[in-house]
């Protein structure tokens, strides 16, 4: 059973892994199509870096940076994939986030808020607390009670400041979720539990020419 369970994991990530490689190529291949790099035209390359405080019971405080590469489908609306590096003090884990992304600006204006939302899936770079049966420790191995679901999410408000016409800045509260087997000190075992982090980010966003 667990051969199966690790072989239908890598199975899926694999899956991920492909989709957000072709939504990498369709939204290169629209921008390097469009005539202008304003607002509404080509793609933007939107990196930020924040600090989260734990939400619930199993939440942690987390330090984060995402770069998504999104391009415009619509009026105001963008979809794009990234990748992020995430980490979670408590549990002391760093992982590497996989997302489709969908963004939509309330106004084509220099200062415009916006909704964000970010969807994918997740890879441990370095884990510290494994096994340890006690709280803010995950499973891995033979530990494992649960079936590993590693999903990712990320709603987001936050607001854009356009300082030139390919350059600028933006702050972002997002409400980070990632789904992890981790220790229930009531039931003495491991389950599936989103680990949440309300984050406050700075970044910036800027557009190159043919990409």
């Known amino acids: 059973m667990r051969v199966f369970r690790y072989e239908w994991q890598i199975r899926m990530k694999r899956i991920f892994l492909i989709v957000v490689l072709t939504m990498m190529y369709i939204t290169s291949a629209f921008c390097q199509k469009t005539d202008g790099y304003g607002f509404e035209d080509g793609c933007l390359t939107v990196v930020d870096a924040g ?12 330090r984060s940076v995402y770069i998504s590469h999104i391009t415009p489908f619509a009026d105001s609306f963008f979809l794009g994939v990234g990748f992020g590096f995430h980490h979670l003090q408590e549990y002391q884990t760093t992982s590497l986030p996989l997302y489709l992304e969908a963004r939509y600006y309330f106004v084509d204006k220099p200062f415009s808020p916006f909704v964000d939302l970010k969807a994918g899936t997740y890879f441990y770079l370095s884990t510290d607390r494994v096994n340890t049966d006690q709280e803010y420790s995950i499973a891995k191995g033979k530990k494992k009670e649960a079936k590993d679901c590693p999903l990712f999410f990320s709603p987001s408000i936050g607001a854009k400041w356009r300082i030139a016409d390919s350059f600028g800045l933006q702050a972002t509260l997002s409400d980070a979720e990632y789904m992890m087997c981790v220790y229930n000190e009531n039931a003495k ?16 966003y800027f557009q190159i020419a043919g990409f």
């Not at 600090?51 to 987390?62: C, E, L, M, N, Q």
């Not at 075992?189 to 910036?204: A, C, D, E, M, Q």
């Open 189 to 204: 075992k491991y389950s599936n539990r989103f680990v949440g982090s309300l984050t406050f980010s700075l970044g910036i």
């Open 51 to 62: 600090v989260g405080a734990s939400i619930g019971r199993y939440g942690d405080k987390a």
